[in-house]
T-cell receptor
Framework: QKEVEQDPGPLSVPEGAIVSLNCTYS??????FMWYRQYSRKGPELLMY????GNKEDGRFTAQVDKSSKYISLFIRDSQPSDSATYLC??????????????FGRGTQLTVWP | EPEVTQTPSHQVTQMGQEVILRCVPI?????FYWYRQILGQKVEFLVS????????KSEIFDDQFSVERPDGSNFTLKIRSTKLEDSAMYFC??????????FGPGTRLTVT
């Protein structure tokens, strides 16, 4: 099943760098887009939640959705060692029988070194 | 801050045994989900539950799986006859409305 594609990395950057994480998808019915952060052997932690196209900013994090290209991004500014984790994109159609079912990317492993 | 809790954190069982994984969703949430993550693979949807019934289930969620909300706070996943391939992290999630889902810390299930 290749509905959501995400480069697994690993991605390694120095502290203070701007990080760009991306996902592509094939299902044009997806309307809701999320980014989760997952530490090793822990549950996914919701970072960002957006509906349809556009940008959303929350502190050092910015989420972008381009539905015409079926492409979503997460930018992390001024990255910190504590940002080191696996970042998962997830999305859902949000209507009908698939209400709420999330489709996840494989996750990108990020390391921020001091 | 309210959070989803899950017990146990780790469950070891023998093939063919029944296991029950327990979850306490966030108290004002109405939608409940189970997902699983096999080591090194994507997080996969199992089932969604709303208004005391299953809303949707994936192809993985076959007759050996069942879910129940036995009281006002707990949400359980039962696997009747475990197989080696059921070994995975199982995550419970809940949401106030669909899509913005909050996940628990997971139960690591090991089937030997």
């Amino acid at each position: 099943q290749k509905e959501v594609e995400q480069d697994p990395g690993p991605l390694s950057v120095p502290e203070g760098a701007i990080v760009s994480l991306n996902c592509t998808y094939s299902n044009s019915a997806f309307q809701y887009f999320m980014w989760y952060r997952q530490y090793s052997r822990k549950g996914p932690e919701l970072l960002m939640y957006t509906y349809s196209s556009g940008n959303k900013e929350d502190g050092r994090f910015t989420a972008q959705v381009d539905k015409s290209s079926k492409y979503i991004s997460l930018f992390i500014r001024d990255s910190q060692p504590s940002d080191s984790a696996t970042y998962l994109c997830a999305m859902s159609a949000g209507r009908g029988s698939t209400l709420g079912r999330l489709y996840f990317g494989r996750g990108t492993q990020l390391t921020v070194w001091p | 801050e309210p959070e989803v809790t899950q017990t146990p954190s780790h469950q070891v069982t023998q093939m063919g045994q029944e296991v029950i994984l327990r979850c306490v969703p966030i108290s004002n949430h109405l939608y409940f989900y189970w997902y699983r993550q096999i080591l090194g693979q994507k997080v996969e949807f199992l089932v969604s539950f709303y208004n005391n019934e299953i809303s949707e289930k994936s192809e993985i969620f076959d007759d050996q799986f069942s879910v129940e909300r036995p009281d006002g706070s707990n949400f359980t996943l039962k696997i009747r006859s475990t197989k080696l391939e059921d070994s995975a992290m199982y995550f419970c999630a809940s949401s106030e409305w669909p899509n913005e889902q909050y996940f628990g810390p997971g139960t690591r299930l090991t089937v030997t």
